[in-house]
């Protein structure tokens, strides 16, 4: 998810397929009579894991089910919207509400749901993170900077041209590459080269429900080029190859590259263009056809930096395409990672939260860019900007008040600037207040000021809020509310107040700190509270990376962006040097070993706190395992694994039912009675959102490091909580590669509390395998369930 925008800039169930002998029968008539005004919509239509390898097969079943249903071939291929015939099984075409009925109430057919709408959510990064190009023994080296790896993104599209797709240096494409790059407006096969590997787009789900677009007419490309900028941006984060000396005028230069720089990139482009709305936007028909051309393809990972709305539809709700299309993905063996939304900093708003993704919140880097301010009693405050202009010299200062002595109005609130007089702000330096998260807000005072002749702006606000470049290099400076209150004060104590505003600095490391961004959505995870949600944090804040040429602030088409769709394709890069160098791990071992040897303060040992209102000390919620540590990930000793089996222990427990979990799955199941425990899904984390006195919960780990380990258990319980875990030792050998501990979990507290926050670490001499705990107690909740 890229922020402020909405899609960034310009962010289950199988079935037995027999239906060649299928022919619904309606009224004595083997057609189905649409009735006239009927209104078709894009539907999808989910059938569950694929019975049939040759996807030509599949395709012609999709189009005989639809055949028997609308009596004709034609009028069943001009239906036809998508065939997803790799990952699983399924189609989308337009239906009215009646044909989507008598489908869905077709056995074979999981479900049957319109086609909703996703959006987009959204240098110093890996250097940050301990991963220098330069050091010949890290994690990049030991992976050939993952090489063998192909990121397969989800997104907006990608601008080949831009610098950083060259394939200097880059070795032959790994022979498991199935896919290719599809030719359309301004873009042909030749675009692709050893480093884009692939491109292709998807649109019939989205021109299905926006019939007045205007293909020729669109600023957008109908082609996987990208007009938005958005995916050539995260493209560039995850695997983008290094070009060395780029900065945003001037500010935060160095290297730009990705973190598996050597990885391959796959584009799917699935998100467009709305030149009437001015945001993008991406079909779930289309995102399901993009996974499933994904899988087919053989990409190793897959980045979505793509979320929903709240309400957020729970991972077994057929509306949510991206957690259907990701299931079928892990258990092929592919990561999915996504980001988990830019709604913080309430709780409870962290979206993609199928317990199969990867969910990444977003954080600050140790960065920052203050701005001097100097008022006319030499009295120096730094503001944050990114000001590159001149200095600007003592000029008259403003905060739009009434004296006492005018019949004239004034308004000091940034969103009523424009209700001011020009004179009252023209040729001077304006303060304003606001309380307003949306980067609008300070856009439309900007250009207020400008229009009345000022000749700058200091905006005091939230101190967590988002920090955005200045318009054309106007001087537009960001204070807290504090800062903002001493520069009132001042205004007020003179006749003729003053202010210096100086170009910015680029500040990184000591003493600059880590914070979770404000932006970043939380949790408790919404659907199901005892997954926890988010898993990791990554750097998501003033990211410098590679942009489509339209969005570029300099000549090299690079700019700075933030949002949790900067964090995703972090942890995607991260994801690709583990794979390459495990690549016998699944994707629960993959998240297991980066959740648990994250930082829980930030690389130089100091606690990572989470803006808001008021900033805290941040917590599970806030981070999950914490800030991702991708040397420590490569080897983390232990990992929390999961399979097939767990899945469905899981969807048993949530309540799904046993023939839609034996189609999603492709064979039978039979859920235990009583049903299993939520709690005892095998996460790298302890989440308990409903405790009255105490529970017990099963934890299994695999052995990944030296055969022979002993591991001591070593508790942070929760405040007014007891833990304790049998066996405290766990001895692994050549025979004992896993083994399966207790947790007892009970409350001392008497009343309904909040959650208290600890942590469960595995420990032996080489390694700290550390989980979070986290514990709410329920009394209430509890009498109630049980009377």
Same mark, same amino acid.
């Given at each position: 998810?890229?922020?402020?925008?909405?899609?960034?800039?310009?962010?289950?169930?199988?079935?037995?397929?027999?239906?060649?002998?299928?022919?619904?029968?309606?009224?004595?008539?083997?057609?189905?009579?649409?009735?006239?005004?009927?209104?078709?919509?894009?539907?999808?239509?989910?059938?569950?894991?694929?019975?049939?390898?040759?996807?030509?097969?599949?395709?012609?079943?999709?189009?005989?089910?639809?055949?028997?249903?609308?009596?004709?071939?034609?009028?069943?291929?001009?239906?036809?919207?998508?065939?997803?015939?790799?990952?699983?099984?399924?189609?989308?075409?337009?239906?009215?509400?009646?044909?989507?009925?008598?489908?869905?109430?077709?056995?074979?057919?999981?479900?049957?749901?319109?086609?909703?709408?996703?959006?987009?959510?959204?240098?110093?990064?890996?250097?940050?993170?301990?991963?220098?190009?330069?050091?010949?023994?890290?994690?990049?080296?030991?992976?050939?900077?993952?090489?063998?790896?192909?990121?397969?993104?989800?997104?907006?599209?990608?601008?080949?041209?831009?610098?950083?797709?060259?394939?200097?240096?880059?070795?032959?494409?790994?022979?498991?590459?199935?896919?290719?790059?599809?030719?359309?407006?301004?873009?042909?096969?030749?675009?692709?080269?050893?480093?884009?590997?692939?491109?292709?787009?998807?649109?019939?789900?989205?021109?299905?429900?926006?019939?007045?677009?205007?293909?020729?007419?669109?600023?957008?490309?109908?082609?996987?080029?990208?007009?938005?900028?958005?995916?050539?941006?995260?493209?560039?984060?995850?695997?983008?190859?290094?070009?060395?000396?780029?900065?945003?005028?001037?500010?935060?230069?160095?290297?730009?590259?990705?973190?598996?720089?050597?990885?391959?990139?796959?584009?799917?482009?699935?998100?467009?263009?709305?030149?009437?709305?001015?945001?993008?936007?991406?079909?779930?028909?289309?995102?399901?056809?993009?996974?499933?051309?994904?899988?087919?393809?053989?990409?190793?990972?897959?980045?979505?930096?793509?979320?929903?709305?709240?309400?957020?539809?729970?991972?077994?709700?057929?509306?949510?395409?991206?957690?259907?299309?990701?299931?079928?993905?892990?258990?092929?063996?592919?990561?999915?990672?996504?980001?988990?939304?830019?709604?913080?900093?309430?709780?409870?708003?962290?979206?993609?939260?199928?317990?199969?993704?990867?969910?990444?919140?977003?954080?600050?880097?140790?960065?920052?860019?203050?701005?001097?301010?100097?008022?006319?009693?030499?009295?120096?405050?730094?503001?944050?900007?990114?000001?590159?202009?001149?200095?600007?010299?003592?000029?008259?200062?403003?905060?739009?008040?009434?004296?006492?002595?005018?019949?004239?109005?004034?308004?000091?609130?940034?969103?009523?600037?424009?209700?001011?007089?020009?004179?009252?702000?023209?040729?001077?330096?304006?303060?304003?207040?606001?309380?307003?998260?949306?980067?609008?807000?300070?856009?439309?005072?900007?250009?207020?000021?400008?229009?009345?002749?000022?000749?700058?702006?200091?905006?005091?606000?939230?101190?967590?809020?988002?920090?955005?470049?200045?318009?054309?290099?106007?001087?537009?400076?960001?204070?807290?509310?504090?800062?903002?209150?001493?520069?009132?004060?001042?205004?007020?104590?003179?006749?003729?107040?003053?202010?210096? /505003?100086?170009?910015?600095?680029?500040?990184?490391?000591?003493?600059?700190?880590?914070?979770?961004?404000?932006?970043?959505?939380?949790?408790?995870?919404?659907?199901?509270?005892?997954?926890?949600?988010?898993?990791?944090?990554?750097?998501?804040?003033?990211?410098?990376?590679?942009?489509?040429?339209?969005?570029?602030?300099?000549?090299?088409?690079?700019?700075?962006?933030?949002?949790?769709?900067?964090?995703?394709?972090?942890?995607?890069?991260?994801?690709?040097?583990?794979?390459?160098?495990?690549?016998?791990?699944?994707?629960?071992?993959?998240?297991?070993?980066?959740?648990?040897?994250?930082?829980?303060?930030?690389?130089?040992?100091?606690?990572?706190?989470?803006?808001?209102?008021?900033?805290?000390?941040?917590?599970?919620?806030?981070?999950?395992?914490?800030?991702?540590?991708?040397?420590?990930?490569?080897?983390?000793?232990?990992?929390?694994?999961?399979?097939?089996?767990?899945?469905?222990?899981?969807?048993?427990?949530?309540?799904?039912?046993?023939?839609? /979990?034996?189609?999603?799955?492709?064979?039978?199941?039979?859920?235990?009675?009583?049903?299993?425990?939520?709690?005892?899904?095998?996460?790298?984390?302890?989440?308990?959102?409903? /405790?009255?006195?105490?529970?017990?919960?099963?934890?299994?780990?695999?052995?990944?490091?030296?055969?022979?380990?002993?591991?001591?258990?070593?508790?942070?319980?929760?405040?007014?909580?007891?833990?304790?875990?049998?066996?405290?030792?766990?001895?692994?050998?050549?025979?004992?590669?896993?083994?399966?501990?207790?947790?007892?979990?009970?409350?001392?507290?008497? /009343?309904?509390?909040?959650?208290?926050?600890?942590?469960?670490?595995?420990?032996?001499?080489?390694?700290?395998?550390?989980?979070?705990?986290?514990?709410?107690?329920?009394?209430?909740?509890?009498?109630?369930?049980?009377?």
């Amino acid at each position: 998810m890229v922020k402020p925008f909405l899609l960034g800039m310009k962010s289950c169930r199988t079935s037995v397929f027999s239906v060649l002998s299928v022919v619904i029968i309606l009224n004595g008539l083997s057609t189905f009579v649409v009735q006239a005004g009927a209104e078709s919509k894009v539907h999808i239509v989910y059938l569950g894991e694929k019975q049939h390898d040759d996807p030509e097969f599949v395709t012609k079943s999709h189009h005989r089910m639809l055949w028997s249903l609308l009596g004709s071939k034609e009028d069943a291929h001009n239906s036809m919207v998508h065939s997803y015939r790799h990952g699983f099984s399924g189609f989308a075409a337009k239906l009215t509400k009646s044909q989507a009925k008598k489908l869905a109430d077709l056995p074979e057919v999981v479900h049957v749901t319109p086609d909703s709408f996703y959006e987009l959510e959204t240098t110093r990064t890996w250097d940050y993170l301990g991963l220098s190009a330069a050091n010949p023994k890290n994690l990049l080296n030991d992976t050939n900077m993952g090489e063998e790896i192909i990121i397969g993104v989800v997104d907006s599209g990608v601008w080949p041209e831009s610098e950083v797709f060259n394939d200097n240096g880059i070795g032959p494409v790994p022979s498991h590459w199935k896919g290719g790059c599809e030719s359309g407006e301004n873009f042909t096969s030749s675009h692709c080269n050893k480093k884009l590997v692939g491109a292709k787009y998807f649109i019939n789900g989205f021109l299905a429900t926006h019939e007045s677009f205007n293909s020729t007419k669109s600023l957008d490309f109908i082609s996987p080029r990208d007009f938005d900028g958005h995916g050539t941006h995260v493209s560039t984060i995850a695997g983008g190859s290094p070009l060395p000396n780029i900065s945003y005028k001037g500010l935060a230069g160095g290297t730009v590259r990705g973190g598996a720089l050597r990885a391959r990139i796959a584009m799917y482009k699935a998100c467009w263009y709305l030149d009437n709305l001015d945001i993008t936007t991406c079909s779930s028909a289309d995102l399901l056809k993009a996974m499933d051309e994904a899988m087919h393809d053989g990409v190793d990972v897959l980045s979505l930096s793509i979320g929903y709305r709240l309400p957020y539809f729970s991972e077994t709700d057929a509306r949510a395409e991206i957690a259907t299309g990701a299931f079928h993905a892990v258990l092929k063996g592919i990561t999915v990672v996504c980001s988990g939304g830019n709604s913080g900093p309430a709780g409870q708003t962290v979206g993609n939260t199928a317990p199969w993704i990867l969910t990444v919140a977003a954080t600050t880097l140790d960065r920052s860019f203050p701005t001097p301010i100097t008022l006319g009693n030499n009295k120096v405050i730094l503001g944050q900007a990114m000001y590159t202009g001149p200095e600007l010299g003592f000029t008259n200062l403003v905060y739009p008040e009434n004296p006492g002595n005018s019949n004239e109005s004034f308004f000091g609130d940034c969103e009523l600037l424009f209700f001011n007089s020009n004179r009252t702000m023209a040729g001077k330096v304006v303060l304003c207040f606001t309380t307003s998260k949306r980067y609008t807000t300070v856009a439309s005072a900007v250009s207020d000021v400008k229009e009345a002749g000022g000749l700058g702006i200091i905006v005091a606000r939230n101190p967590g809020d988002n920090l955005s470049p200045c318009v054309e290099d106007f001087p537009c400076v960001a204070v807290d509310y504090e800062l903002g209150t001493d520069i009132l004060f001042y205004i007020r104590s003179t006749g003729s107040p003053v202010v210096k /505003i100086q170009p910015s600095k680029t500040l990184v490391g000591q003493p600059v700190g880590t914070k979770v961004a404000d932006f970043s959505s939380r949790g408790p995870n919404s659907i199901e509270p005892a997954i926890l949600k988010p898993d990791i944090a990554a750097p998501g804040v003033s990211i410098l990376a590679a942009t489509s040429t339209n969005k570029t602030f300099n000549d090299r088409g690079f700019i700075m962006a933030s949002g949790t769709s900067m964090a995703a394709p972090v942890i995607s890069g991260v994801v690709a040097l583990l794979k390459a160098l495990h690549r016998d791990w699944s994707p629960a071992a993959i998240r297991s070993a980066i959740v648990t040897t994250a930082w829980r303060t930030d690389p130089f040992g100091e606690h990572i706190f989470a803006e808001g209102s008021p900033r805290k000390l941040a917590d599970p919620f806030d981070y999950g395992g914490g800030l991702v540590n991708p040397e420590k990930a490569a080897k983390p000793g232990l990992v929390y694994d999961l399979g097939l089996e767990d899945y469905v222990l899981y969807m048993c427990s949530v309540g799904y039912n046993e023939t839609s /979990i034996s189609q999603l799955v492709g064979k039978g199941t039979v859920c235990s009675n009583p049903k299993p425990s939520v709690l005892d899904f095998n996460l790298p984390s302890i989440t308990i959102p409903n /405790i009255k006195e105490e529970v017990t919960l099963t934890r299994t780990l695999t052995n990944v490091g030296p055969v022979e380990s002993v591991y001591k258990v070593v508790i942070e319980p929760p405040i007014g909580v007891q833990v304790t875990v049998t066996p405290d030792t766990l001895v692994f050998n050549s025979t004992t590669k896993r083994v399966s501990v207790k947790v007892r979990v009970s409350t001392k507290h008497k /009343i309904n509390t909040g959650y208290f926050f600890g942590s469960l670490t595995w420990s032996d001499s080489l390694h700290n395998v550390t989980i979070p705990l986290s514990v709410r107690t329920q009394l209430l909740q509890n009498y109630y369930d049980e009377n």
